[in-house]
Nanobody, 125 residues
Framework: VQLQASGGGWVQPGGSLTLACAAS??????????IGWFRQAPGKEREGVSCVANSDRLTHNVDSVKGRFTISRDNAKKTAYLQMNSLKPEDTAVYYC?????????????????WGQGTQVTVSS
């Protein structure tokens, strides 16, 4: 499974961005992948932000983004999304998507098998 994260960029505080995580490759069914979004700010450890189980009925957001970020998935397009609203300067980081071929929703990096390259999100005025 190859994951491609995209959609990052620069935005002013209070603005919005939507990140996408497209899966490709052979020998997998996207519907069976659980997806996580992580971020890593300079000098900080990578942290889990949002996750969605392959069932699409279980999602979790870390407290710092609750009410502002929404994770979703389009199985037909083999793509997961992270809608980010009311962005703050502290949301500035490189954002990564990750996947695991079992049902679940985790903020543990070790739980995920597949990782995409990061996409930079910068929130500043």
């Amino acid at each position: 499974v190859q994951l491609q994260a995209s959609g990052g960029g620069w935005v002013q505080p209070g603005g919005s961005l939507t990140l996408a995580c497209a899966a490709s490759g052979s020998g997998f069914t996207f519907d069976y992948l659980s997806i996580g979004w992580f971020r890593q700010a300079p000098g900080k450890e990578r942290e889990g932000v949002s996750c969605v189980a392959n069932s699409d009925r279980l999602t979790h957001n870390v407290d710092s983004v609750k009410g502002r970020f929404t994770i979703s998935r389009d199985n037909a397009k083999k793509t997961a999304y992270l809608q980010m609203n009311s962005l703050k300067p502290e949301d500035t980081a490189v954002y990564y998507c990750a996947a695991q071929s079992v049902n679940g929703c985790s903020f543990q990096r070790e739980w995920y098998l597949y990782w995409g390259q990061g996409t930079q999100v910068t929130v500043s005025s």
